[in-house]
């Protein structure tokens, strides 16, 4: 595009569809089914909730029937298979008895203790023992926890340094990120602090966690409680705090909605709750006979009062083998109820619990009779990046009891890298966005790697100044590639795990012009995609719409047939990890 045509950032003036154009739209069968509208015979209804404090200078989002008014743009988007782009991990069905097998032999296989080894002669010495001490200890400090345990076994030198506070209070530390402890209170060691919550710690360690509760979802953060000695999981939640849109002085056709989100934890009850003094570790101590921890896939937890009918257990889940999520997921709604879906790049993938929205909640295919067969029968079939939470009702006395209203519930988490700024990938996080009548929602901004970005670091050229060198930095490094909003907590219209806006290129491919007027100058503007639907998904659509790039912490999204602008901002999630 040529710098002259760049003068007005925004074709404010919605683009209106002629008659013509309507009537075409429509005119066959194919084309119906191409543009997504309804067809003849399905009545769609408004049952969104209007916000009287804010207005729109175009079509009204909220009114149901307008959704098919807004002109729909091509969506080219890929063939999503992240799993593959995060270095999957997958197994083939007949590999997890190999694996559960590996680590039940793993102790003997590694040769290490006296009834293994090659020499029967009670005065050969383990050469590992005439190193220093503090080698000693800083090799064992490259030891999973059970590898640390298997080395306790060799001898009584080994087990003294696989057994000392500093190893266990690293692997503590390792899976509480940002949250430095200072005691391991009320476990009287380190080691006994991380055997209590032992297979549970990577709850902590990966922290962020979002749920396939129908269309809506729920996005929790995990972390750990000292006072208590708990692992706790609560609900992340934002309100605005100003409500209300103004015109926008450029453009009174366009309404500019305000912003200022309040982020925070749902304190008043935990979604998960995992304390040191679980009935199994209770056992244990009373008990020499359990002196070895067992595997329980299924783990209740102590929420609820005495009073409260309503019970929660803790389940490990089972990943996909590559050959059941290859002939499970498609790409249309709602995946095959695989979970996460394919918008979200993920290591591990699960058959989730549809709760009766869609025909297939109810085929026995997805009943409790077959969760059986995705729960991990060992610790090698576990999952580290998935959950579930299953919860019931208990209705009259306890031995007469009624056992009602189960929801089983799946909840996933995000690799690091996906959330994690950096200097090329600057909106890379987890925001927050102004949804109007559905309220805030949280997102996941994503700037996958492109396979050609692999090059050298760029460095000052000779005479160059460190302003002329940030302005080249921007536009070879920053301005590039694709960025893609997906929904961790959704709506009645698009749902969580799906794109809620999508910019093809930041890079001269998309670049519309830099803002000019306030409340925006010095944006850089680019296009973008915006994704709408009816009422539970059906008739989604992506239509043209704007991304204004504010800083990398705040974004706006033009929606263009709607005539208004809703802002985005970022989280910050280690705030929360450190009760207060």
């Known amino acids: 595009m040529a710098e002259e045509g760049r003068g007005r950032v925004w074709h404010t003036k919605p683009t209106t569809i002629s008659s013509d154009d309507a009537s075409s739209s429509t005119a066959t069968p194919g084309d119906e089914e191409a543009s997504g509208s309804v067809p003849s015979g399905f009545k769609t209804g408004t049952i969104n909730v209007h916000n009287p404090a804010v207005s729109y200078g175009g079509i009204d989002p909220e009114i149901e029937e307008n959704v098919l008014l807004v002109k729909a743009v091509p969506a080219e988007l890929p063939r999503l298979d992240h799993h593959r782009e995060l270095g999957c991990d997958l197994v083939d069905d007949d590999d997890f008895d190999v694996l559960g097998k590996r680590s039940s032999t793993s102790a003997a296989s590694r040769d290490l203790s006296p009834a293994n080894s090659s020499s029967s002669s009670p005065s050969d010495t383990i050469p590992l023992l005439d190193l220093p001490p503090e080698l000693i200890d800083a090799i064992l400090a490259w030891l999973t926890p059970l590898e640390l345990a298997a080395v306790s076994l060799v001898c009584r030198v080994l087990r003294n340094h696989a057994n000392s506070e500093t190893q266990w209070k690293r692997l503590v530390l390792s899976n509480l990120p940002g949250n430095r402890i200072s005691s391991p209170y009320p476990c009287k060691s380190w080691r006994s602090l991380y055997i209590s919550h032992d297979p549970y710690w990577f709850l902590t360690k990966h922290k962020i966690w979002f749920c396939d509760r129908e269309l809506t979802g729920q996005m929790i953060i995990v972390r750990y409680d000292e006072r208590r000695g708990c692992i706790e999981g609560y609900q992340l939640v934002a309100t605005r705090s100003k409500e209300g849109s103004e015109p926008w002085l450029a453009d009174k056709d366009v309404h500019i909605h305000h912003f200022e989100p309040t982020v925070k934890l749902h304190l008043d009850k935990p979604i998960l709750q995992l304390n040191v003094d679980s009935l199994e570790n209770i056992m244990r101590e009373k008990s020499s006979s359990l002196a070895f921890r067992h595997f329980f896939s299924e783990q209740p937890m102590r929420i609820s009062n005495g009073t409260d009918p309503r019970f929660t257990n803790f389940l490990l889940a089972k990943p996909l083998s590559k050959q059941a999520l290859a002939g499970r997921m498609v790409d249309e709604f709602p995946h095959g109820y695989v979970w996460p879906p394919p918008a979200v790049p993920a290591r591990h993938r699960v058959t989730g619990q549809p709760a009766g929205v869609h025909p297939l909640a109810t085929s026995i295919d997805y009943t409790r009779s077959t969760a059986a067969m995705w729960q991990p029968r060992s610790r090698s079939e576990a999952s580290d990046q998935i959950f579930r939470i299953r919860q019931w009702m208990e209705m009259g006395p306890p031995t007469l009891g009624v056992h009602i209203a189960e929801e089983v519930v799946t909840y996933s988490t995000l690799d690091p890298v996906l959330y994690t700024p950096t200097a090329e990938k600057p909106w890379r996080g987890i925001w927050v966005g102004d949804y109007s009548g559905h309220g805030c929602e949280f997102l996941l901004i994503n700037q996958p790697d492109d396979a050609e970005e692999d090059e050298k670091p760029l460095t000052r050229l000779e005479g160059e100044t460190e302003a002329e060198f940030q302005e080249r930095f921007l536009h070879r490094r920053v301005y590039r590639g694709r960025l893609e909003a997906i929904k961790l907590t959704g709506d009645a219209n698009v749902p969580r795990g799906e794109y809620t806006f999508v910019a093809d290129d930041l890079g ?59 802002f985005f901002e970022r989280v910050d999630i280690d705030r929360f990890l450190v009760p207060e």
């Not at 010095?522 to 709408?532: M, Q, W």
């Not at 989604?540 to 602008?565: K, M, P």
Request: charge should be neutral; aromatic fraction near 16%; avoid cysteine.
């Open 508 to 566: 001269e491919d998309g670049f519309m012009g830099t803002a000019r007027e306030p409340p925006f100058e010095g944006a850089r503007v680019v296009k973008s995609k915006g994704h709408i639907a009816h009422m539970g998904f059906y008739n989604d659509r992506y239509i043209e719409s704007q991304l204004l790039l504010l800083s990398y912490n705040r974004l706006a999204q033009y929606w263009v047939g709607f005539g208004h602008i809703s």
